[in-house]
């Protein structure tokens, strides 16, 4: 059985009719063509999969599109702002060399970006339990721990702009 659904992915409104088992990771894929979000494991185990719902991570792989009807999805594709400029985490990951091959690193992005909203100054160890469920067989993590504080950084000099600007 095909259920119609809407999500609002990276801003835009899309539909898609799905089956009732498709999952959100392959509706983003294969349905609406958003080939960023990647699909490690099928487990929810390596974090490749993440996407933000309502501004929060999850595992695409363990949700059902139908489940994600009418919510907000966030894909690595909308990290960026509309103009391309990238995020402060997308510009660190490439500034510290956060990233190798490249598999898993929409999911590290997602899952960075929903964490620095919540924790804009975090240490080492903040760092390491926000990232620890997204696995990364190339890097080592140094270079991912260095783009996490530095997309911090750039974040804190946003705001800093922002509020000169204001005033």
Known sequence: MNHPITLTVNGVVREATVPARRLLSDCLRHDLG??????GCEHGVCGACT???????????LMFAATADGHEITTVEGLAAADGTLSPAQRAFAECHGLQCGFCTPGFLCTVTAFLRENA???????V????GNLCRCTGYQNIIKAVHRAAEL????RADKEEGAR
């Open 34 to 39: 958003l080939t960023g979000t990647h699909v």
């Open 51 to 61: 996407v933000l719902l309502d501004g929060e991570p999850v595992r695409s792989c």
């Open 121 to 127: 100054a975090p240490t080492d160890e903040e760092v």
């Open 129 to 132: 339990e926000a990232i620890s």
């Open 155 to 158: 974040q804190a000099e946003t």
